[in-house]
Structure formats: structure tokens, C-alpha cells
């Protein structure tokens, strides 16, 4: 498998990841269970799942008061962005 095959993979993984840990957190807050830590969910967007987390937060209305969630998951995002063209001009 090629570096470009890898780097998709990776991106596809983490964004589902934090997708889904958006939706765990959620599920967690309405069973008044142990929640997943806010760290944690923007570690899941630093390291490439910025994606997932923003789409987590609008399909399940999570953390969508958060003015820290509201502004730095859009940040994250576009750096997630602006490293993975860097990688693919890297590539190419």
C-alpha cells in the first residue's frame, strides 16, 4: 500500500473515531454516565479527526454550546485540512 492509501485510511479511521466518541459522549450525558473528557475529544481533532468531531457535534447536538467546542473544532479542522495538503504536495 502507498503512502497515499495509508494517509486516507488514517484520516478515514480517526474521523470515524471521533464521530462516534461525539456520539458515545452524548448517549454518556442522558444516562448520567461517566463522561468522555473534553481532552479527549479535542486530542481526537488535533491529531486528524476534527472532521468526525464537527459532524458529531451537529448530527447529535453535542457540545454545540460550548464556545470552546464552537470555535476551536472549526480551527482544528482547517489545520487538519491545511496538514493533509501539505502531506499530498509532499506525496506528489
Known amino acids: 500500500m502507498d503512502s497515499f492509501g495509508i494517509?486516507?485510511?488514517?484520516?478515514?479511521?480517526?474521523?470515524?473515531?471521533?464521530f462516534a466518541s461525539m456520539g458515545a459522549d452524548k448517549q454518556y450525558a442522558r444516562s448520567s454516565r461517566r463522561r468522555i473528557p473534553e481532552k479527549r475529544?479535542?486530542?481526537?481533532?488535533?491529531?486528524?479527526?476534527?472532521?468526525?468531531?464537527?459532524?458529531?457535534?451537529?448530527?447529535?447536538?453535542?457540545?454545540?454550546k460550548h464556545r470552546s467546542f464552537v470555535v476551536g473544532i472549526p480551527l482544528l479542522l482547517a489545520l487538519n485540512v491545511?496538514?493533509?495538503v501539505c502531506l499530498l504536495r509532499l506525496m506528489a
Not at 494517509?7 to 471521533?18: K, S
Open 82 to 84: 491545511a496538514v493533509v
Open 41 to 64: 475529544l479535542f486530542a481526537l481533532g488535533w491529531i486528524g479527526g476534527a472532521l468526525g468531531v464537527w459532524i458529531g457535534m451537529r448530527v447529535w447536538r453535542h457540545k454545540t
Open 7 to 18: 494517509l486516507l485510511i488514517y484520516i478515514a479511521l480517526i474521523n470515524i473515531v471521533g
